[in-house]
Structure formats: structure tokens, C-alpha cells
């Protein structure tokens, strides 16, 4: 763990608790697993005799808390164990479909909005008693409506007055759509980390012989939306960037949207080029599909697809046939949202682990320590591609 001189000279706030929620209790396992591993290393002299380091250091900082359901669908949740002046996080990923729930007899897989319900309750549940609550949702709840085109709702907007109308303290998500929505709590804390050192670490660790410099590498955007992280990342790499932009027939409306005619791309030459095609979210893939497939229209030597949320809510099978016909070559998502576990057989899939980072920012949080060092990656990233290429093929930590 980076910086660990910080904590060292710094108090917890309080005894740190983590409530996950059952979509999110698999990362929510690892993260524990890194902190009293983090927790052992620190403060060992401090911890058995200082009152303020009481509960410091532990096995497990998993609090005995569930969200039940009746059989009319209602719920409620329950903490099974005191959570008085504890500084307490909660763990939610609202595109778990994975988790069932039962109503009137039927089978209901669970809803983004299902799952926001249940984080509520939960705060609920706290009734006041935890010193601090914290909440940690990677994929933003209704991220992607962030803004008006005529007569709209504004739900990620609210949801968050929401929640910190019910006390939460501090906020934190991944790669929001548009991280602008924070100034709906212009007063609370909100942290918008994003996952390109992920992204380049997972990609030197998978591939020997890639050459990370503007005349072998292009950094693509799939949209406009998507152009400032790609900026960024290229900038950091010290490489060419490029986009696409969607072409609209603005006259249609299918599925609550106008289609996509064409996809046009600005930029330069990229023929025999390696290109990573970097998102926010894979939904249903299309769009990054579509553009892999030009951008090997175009020669380009290999393409590498990232994003931070792999939802693939039309199922993998458009990835296989694109795969087989070497539209692409890999397909990079983080461990912050549900992933179906059939993905974990494809040969061209790559999972960058999070739960370590976020255990990270946790220790951090609970000390009320600086955590510019984890919104500041170019250092980090600039470290791990001199070390690549001083000795290829060796893993890469």
C-alpha cells in the first residue's frame, strides 16, 4: 500500500465498519481482505494499548447487516450488530441483476432501482448511531441521466440531495458519466476517481510486446463524451488520441433515443497502429463493436477495448462473433460492477481488480489522510511503463 507514512502519523476518525451490500458482498470480501492485511503493517505498537486505536486492527470489518423482503416485495434491512460511533461505509453496485428477490410467488431479479431502495434502508437502519456514514457506489445510480432535453426527470441529481438529506458524509463513484451532476451537493463530499492506471497495468501485464509511444500506439475515444479521459490517457502515455463521433438521424426515436447512422472518425492515420479504445461503460457494445470494426478497416494492428463498467446487458455473443472475426484482440472492465461469470471463460477477456484501490481509499478516509494520491495517477503511470520497458514480460504490481 502506497504512502502508508501518512497513516502512521494520523488517527482513524473512528472504528471503521463496512456494511456490503449483497450486490456488491464479493468485492466487498476481497476489500476486507486488504485492509486487515493493510492493518497489521501500521500503528502495531499503538493498537493493543491506546484507547483511540481501539479495534484497529481485526480479522474482519464486515458488519452483520441484511436487506430481507417480504412477500409482497416490501423490505427492510437490519443490522445484526451495534454500529454506535462507528465510521461506517456502505457498498452498493446498483447493476448486480444477478440478485433475486421473490413477490406474490414470482422470481424478481433486482433493479438499479431495487438496489437504491435497499441503500436507503440501510442508511435508515443506522438510525443515527454510526459516528459517519459513508457511501461507495462505482457505477453512479441513474448516471446517465444527468441532464434535461425537454420535459425530463433529473434522477441522479435528486438521488443524491437524497442521500445527503438522510446524513450521509461523503460520497464516492467511478468514471461518472458526468461527473458535473456533484454540483447538485455543492457542500458534500464527492470523489470521482477514474481507472486508467488500471487499464495500462492489466494491459503490460497481458501483452509482451506492446510499444507504448505515438508512432506504434493511438488512444481513441468512442465519442465526444468519452474524449476527455481519452485525452488524458494519451496525454499521460505520451501518445497520438483520435474519436469518433456518433452520426444521429435526429428525425427517429427508437428506444427512447435517436439511432446511430453512421460513425465517423477524426484523427490521424492509424494504419498498423495499436489502438485502446477507452469508455465508460460497455452497455449493450454495440458502438465499441461497430468502431473496432472500423478502426481494423482502417489496418490498424490490434485493438484493445477498456471500460469501466462491463455491464453487456445483450449477452457476450456479439463479442464472440466480433472476436472471431479479430475485431478486436481484448476486452478490459474493472471488478466495480456485477460481470456474468460465462466472461470469465472468454479468452479475450481481462478483469482489472479494484478491490485493493478502494480498500486503499478506505484506510485513507477513515484517517481523514489526503487522498491526492490516488486522484493523481501520472506518476503511477509513468512508473509502470518505464518498468515495462526496462523488462518486458515481467508482471508488473
Do not use: W
Not at 42 to 60: L, R
Not at 235 to 251: C, E, H, N
Not at 309 to 321: C, I
Amino acid at each position: 500500500m502506497p504512502n502508508l507514512h501518512e497513516l502512521e502519523n494520523a488517527m482513524p476518525v473512528a472504528p471503521l465498519k463496512i456494511a456490503a451490500l449483497p450486490s456488491a458482498k464479493a468485492l466487498g470480501e476481497k476489500i476486507n481482505k486488504y485492509l486487515a492485511e493493510y492493518r497489521k503493517s501500521i500503528h502495531n505498537d499503538k493498537v493493543k494499548t491506546d484507547p483511540a486505536f481501539q479495534g484497529y486492527s481485526e480479522d474482519n470489518y464486515l458488519v452483520d447487516a441484511e436487506t430481507l423482503r417480504f412477500g409482497s416485495g416490501e423490505g427492510k434491512a437490519v443490522f445484526r450488530e451495534s454500529i454506535r460511533g462507528k465510521d461506517l461505509f456502505l457498498l452498493v453496485d446498483v447493476c448486480n441483476h444477478s440478485i433475486t428477490y421473490q413477490m406474490n410467488g414470482y422470481t424478481n431479479h433486482m433493479s438499479p432501482d431495487d438496489h437504491y431502495q435497499d441503500l436507503k434502508r440501510v442508511i435508515m437502519a443506522c438510525n443515527g448511531k454510526a459516528r459517519r456514514v459513508n457511501v461507495i457506489m462505482p457505477f453512479l445510480y441513474e448516471g446517465r441521466q444527468h441532464k434535461r432535453n425537454g420535459r425530463e426527470s433529473l434522477d441522479c441529481a435528486y438521488a443524491l440531495r437524497e442521500l445527503r438529506d438522510m446524513g450521509i458524509s461523503n460520497f464516492i463513484t467511478f468514471d461518472a458519466h458526468d461527473p458535473r451532476v456533484q454540483n447538485a451537493i455543492p457542500l458534500n463530499g464527492f470523489d470521482n476517481f477514474t481507472t486508467p492506471y488500471e487499464f495500462i497495468k492489466v494491459l503490460l501485464n497481458a501483452e509482451n510486446d506492446l510499444i507504448v509511444d505515438k508512432d506504434h500506439l493511438t488512444v481513441i475515444s468512442l465519442d465526444e463524451g468519452a474524449l476527455d479521459r481519452a485525452i488524458y490517457f494519451a496525454s499521460v502515455l505520451g501518445v497520438d488520441t483520435g474519436m469518433f463521433y456518433k452520426r444521429r438521424d435526429y428525425s427517429t426515436i427508437v428506444g427512447g433515443r435517436n439511432p446511430i447512422v453512421a460513425h465517423e472518425f477524426l484523427g490521424d492515420n492509424i494504419s498498423g497502429k495499436d489502438v485502446i479504445i477507452i469508455d465508460d461503460i460497455i452497455s449493450s457494445g454495440q458502438s465499441m463493436l461497430d468502431t473496432a470494426m472500423q478502426l481494423k478497416k482502417m489496418n490498424a494492428r490490434r485493438v484493445f477495448l477498456c471500460c469501466t463498467f462491463g455491464l453487456f446487458t445483450d449477452g457476450l455473443s456479439d463479442f464472440d462473433r466480433a472476436f472471431e472475426k479479430g475485431y478486436f484482440d481484448k476486452v478490459v472492465t474493472t471488478s466495480l460492477a456485477y460481470l456474468p461469470p460465462e466472461l470469465y471463460a472468454r479468452p479475450y477477456f481481462i478483469e482489472a481488480d479494484m478491490s485493493k484501490f478502494v480498500a486503499s481509499l478506505i484506510d485513507f478516509m477513515n484517517h481523514d489522510a489526503s487522498l491526492n494520491n490516488a486522484l493523481t495517477t501520472t506518476d503511477k503511470i509513468h512508473s509502470i511503463v518505464d518498468a515495462y520497458n526496462r523488462r518486458r514480460g515481467v508482471k508488473l504490481t
